[in-house]
T-cell receptor
Framework: EDQVTQSPEALRLQEGESSSLNCSYTVSGLRGLFWYRQDPGKGPEFLFTLYSAGEEKEKERLKATLTKKESFLHITAPKPEDSATYLCAVGMRFGAGTRLTVKP | DAGVIQSPRHEVTEMGQEVTLRCKPISGHDYLFWYRQTMMRGLELLIYFNNNVPIDDSGMPEDRFSAKMPNASFSTLKIQPSEPRDSAVYFC???????????FGPGTRLTVL
């Protein structure tokens, strides 16, 4: 059975303090690993899709990377507006998410 | 495009009542998904459709839950009878292709008293 595990559950950063979120997965035949952002009271919003090991995608302060067993979402010099829950998904199976708080 | 539209946004009902949640997917998307999100279990897939046909309903918790997609622009998720443990946020999402990004609606927050 496909498994998606995210860590940490929660992460508190100071504005400008870079860090990474982890998503480890076990799946028979990866057909895409997805990162979403979810703000309170809203639906998840698509960020990135990664399809093969070694692939990287960037958007503003976020960069997603993929290996054969895990993906990282790197956040460089975060701002308070980056505070949200970040969800990783393989197919239609979602991880529990990492709740990120960025303090000014 | 208006994005995925869900109604109602909030629903409060009493145990035993029938609840119907509605979804309008993005035009041109051929896949539609229903998810349920709770603090305990996170975001769980309930059922998905391809071109209005249900493909996998193995996530539907029990026979009290049913979903239909009568046409490409509309889907419903029905719970009858509802129970307090059904309280959650229900999301509808659509995509163009099964292995592409999904676009989520704003969700329906259901409270069953």
């Amino acid at each position: 059975e496909d498994q998606v595990t995210q860590s940490p559950e929660a992460l508190r950063l100071q504005e400008g303090e870079s860090s990474s979120l982890n998503c480890s997965y076990t799946v028979s035949g990866l057909r895409g690993l997805f990162w979403y952002r979810q703000d309170p009271g809203k639906g998840p919003e698509f960020l990135f899709t990664l399809y093969s090991a070694g692939e990287e995608k960037e958007k503003e302060r976020l960069k997603a990377t993929l290996t054969k067993k895990e993906s990282f979402l790197h956040i460089t010099a975060p701002k308070p507006e980056d505070s949200a829950t970040y969800l990783c998904a393989v197919g239609m199976r979602f991880g529990a998410g990492t709740r990120l708080t960025v303090k000014p | 495009d208006a994005g995925v539209i869900q109604s109602p946004r909030h629903e409060v009902t009493e145990m035993g009542q029938e609840v119907t949640l509605r979804c309008k997917p993005i035009s041109g998307h051929d896949y539609l998904f229903w998810y349920r999100q709770t603090m305990m279990r996170g975001l769980e897939l309930l059922i998905y459709f391809n071109n209005n046909v249900p493909i996998d309903d193995s996530g539907m918790p029990e026979d009290r839950f049913s979903a239909k997609m009568p046409n490409a622009s509309f889907s419903t998720l029905k719970i009858q009878p509802s129970e307090p443990r059904d309280s959650a946020v229900y999301f509808c999402a659509s995509s163009r292709g099964l292995h592409n990004e999904q676009f989520f609606g704003p969700g329906t927050r259901l409270t069953v008293l």
